[in-house]
């Protein structure tokens, strides 16, 4: 046979299309040729097979070598060509006779991934977990490396087979020795069903922060818990070490467990970045805190490849943005149209990739330059000016979207000399977000942060003396309709918190408290 064909799969944003390895064998000075839109480490595929298969005792085709990646205007790149590479020489070259795969499919049926080492192993690749998603959906069985099979087996519950090296892979398809299914492999099938159960089952690893070490700071642990409940966006204005980022990092605790579908569809998006899927993270809440030299790219996505951006890679979860003001300008403006449409497109010239972005926005600064503006010891000796100016690198039509802004103060000397209340542990508070959610999703099938427009007067119903606190605060205060509208659904996580239907005076006077601007007093 001069010519094989063998089946893989490309990666673009959260789709892995069907790409067939096509190789022709010709007559000629020897040329080794790999065309269909491959980036580099593709083409440098032929030397890694090259010695694949000379470590493996199988000989070189010689001539001219012609290896189609099709469809041929589908971007191609990684390592996890090299195997359906290798398969398809060995074929087309007639050292390896076809038979019949595992399980009775034919080889057209089955998909193969893997990166060759000189000597013939297989070694992992990233974006398998959407591989296998998207071969699973339409019946085909995946030959991964070792490594990747607990990946694969999330998603594809049957017809994965892992290899360790090209020689088992071999004789697979020549049906001389067929690999193990990996789901009647006991050892596999117990590391991939416990990877699967974690989003509702107990977490392993590192414990979750609790609520309870943090001292004081009563009204931060409450706007945190309203925070929880509804979904709401969150600023945290303090003096450095007043507990603004322990504060952001007990969030997560307090969200319900995700689900099944959300726990796939988190992994998805992190199996589409350039880290890949971690493992170890199946199941939990994201908690995203990018440095604020972090670039608009990185923030939103982008790059060559149309990559997830950390907004795509806290979704379901927590993205959390510490210094605020010290992140580029441009950086943060992009963050307004993913926090009001819950997903962001990445366009480049060959194609568009879409990711969804349902994250909570938790956001820090320091009330000025110095850090100690309204600070118990007075050390801030900033002019206003200058204040003025490092306020306004945060713009207005974002702070417009931020739904809770609390002050987070310094704690005084008495306060951390003595014990204080300790407050509600983060089971106890997650208890009662638990509750409070299932309130809202009995109601409208959405949080309240997410609540649309034409459904707010439908279910925020104000008594008539929180309506009239409503109407004239808000007169008073001259504020934009996204602000009433944002004012009116942190009222509504409140009395759901309380467990009341209508919203009374005393959940509007503590939502519009919980709104003010940046000032420390």
């Known amino acids: 046979m001069q010519v094989a064909r063998i089946a893989s799969r490309a990666q673009l944003g959260l789709h892995a299309p069907l790409v067939h390895v096509e190789v022709h064998l010709d007559s000629g000075l020897p040329t080794f040729s790999i065309v269909g ?27 001219r070598i012609t290896v189609n990646l099709s469809p041929a205007d589908i971007p191609k790149e990684g390592g996890r060509f090299d195997l359906p590479i290798a398969l398809a020489l060995l074929i087309a070259s007639g050292q390896m006779k076809l038979a019949e795969a595992a399980g009775g499919q034919a080889l057209e049926r089955c998909e193969f991934y893997g990166e060759l080492a000189l000597s013939g192993e297989l070694k992992p690749v990233k974006g398998l977990l959407l591989a296998a998603a998207h071969a699973a959906q339409v019946g085909h069985q995946v030959i991964v490396p070792h490594e990747n099979v607990a990946e694969a087996c ?24 067929l690999l193990t299914e990996a789901r009647k492999n006991g050892a596999l099938h117990a590391i991939a069903s416990e990877i699967h159960d974690q989003a509702t089952g107990p977490q392993t690893g590192d414990p979750e922060p609790d609520l309870h070490d943090v001292r004081g700071q009563l009204q931060a642990k409450r706007a945190l818990l309203i925070a929880a409940a509804g979904g709401h ?25 995700l689900d099944d579908a959300e726990a796939l569809e988190v992994a998805m998006i992190a199996s589409a970045s350039t880290a890949g899927f971690d493992l170890r993270t199946y199941g939990r809440r994201p908690f995203r805190s990018p440095h604020h030299s972090a670039s608009m790219y990185a923030i939103i996505g982008g790059g ?44 480049r010239v060959a194609f568009q990739a879409e990711y969804p972005a349902e994250f909570q926005l938790v956001v820090a600064m320091n009330p000025c330059p110095c850090g100690y503006l309204g600070d118990v010891n007075e ?22 979207r931020i739904d809770l802004r609390i002050v987070v103060p310094t704690l005084r000397g008495h306060e951390l000399m003595h ?103």
């Open 37 to 63: 839109l491959a980036a580099t480490a593709v083409k440098e595929s032929k030397e890694r097979v090259r010695s694949a298969l000379a470590n493996s005792s199988f000989q070189f085709p010689a001539g």
């Open 233 to 257: 966006s969150l600023l945290l204005v303090g003096p450095p070490g007043s507990g603004k980022s322990m504060l952001a990092q007990r969030l997560p605790g307090l969200l319900p467990p």
């Open 419 to 521: 014990d204080l209340p300790p407050g509600e542990s983060t089971a106890e508070a997650a208890a009662r977000v638990r509750a409070a959610r299932a309130i809202q999703l009995a109601r409208a099938r959405v949080l309240n942060a997410r609540l649309p427009i034409n459904d707010l007067h439908r279910f925020c119903q104000l008594d008539s003396e929180g309506e009239q606190l409503f109407w004239r605060s808000h007169a008073r205060l001259g504020v934009s309709a996204r602000a009433y509208h944002h004012t009116l659904r942190v009222a509504r996580t409140i009395a759901d918190l309380e467990g009341s239907e209508p919203i009374r005076a005393i959940h509007v006077a503590e939502a519009l408290q919980l709104r003010r601007g940046l000032e420390p007093g």
């Open 154 to 177: 999330i998603t594809a519950r049957t017809g994965v087979f892992g290899a360790r090296h090209l020689l088992e892979v071999c004789r697979h398809v020549q049906g001389i020795e």
């Open 304 to 347: 060559s490849q149309a990559r997830p951006g950390e907004v795509s890679l806290a979704h379901r979860g927590v993205l959390f943005l510490d210094e605020l003001p010290e992140f580029d300008r441009r950086a943060l403006e992009a963050l307004r149209e993913p926090m009001e449409t819950g997903a962001v497109a990445v366009s």
């Open 379 to 400: 050390r801030c000796e900033c002019p206003p000016g200058r204040i003025a100016q490092y306020r306004a690198r945060v713009s207005g039509p974002l702070l417009d």
